[in-house]
């Protein structure tokens, strides 16, 4: 009979977490205020390399630094703070700050720290989220 009530607890134990883990999911699916754009994403690194006569500046006027991206302004808002998922399940935060002439429609550009970080990173295919 005792290991009937464990054996009883422990699945409503298993069950509370499993409703717990689906609200937790909910509820970070609901902090987005755009649904998925479905995009290409590359990267670019500061100075003359990759941002041309802006060097190291972004659109904003704002250093070019990891956690910054590129965008198209008429799809995404520059000041927009978003969550770029990618194909292999991981994801980052990121702020629209900068633009780009071949940055046009459904495609970002991340900047890396170092020129060698935006090769390695190549091009991706990710979902981008604009977060409230």
Known sequence: MNKLFMTL???FFIGAIALSSKASAEAAERQFKSEAIEMVAT??????????KW???THMGTKVRPGI????PK??????????????GHGAYATAEDTGGAIKG??????????????EFGMQK????IVK
């Open 126 to 129: 990710a979902k981008v989220y």
């Open 43 to 52: 990267a670019y690194a500061p100075g003359a390399h990759d941002n041309g």
């Open 106 to 119: 459904k495609r970002i550009d991340i900047a890396m720290a170092t020129v060698d970080e935006a090769y």
């Open 69 to 72: 991206i590129a965008v198209d």
């Open 9 to 11: 607890g422990l699945l």
């Open 75 to 88: 799809l995404i808002p520059l000041g927009s703070r978003v969550y770029i998922e990618f194909a292999d």
């Open 55 to 57: 060097g190291d500046l």
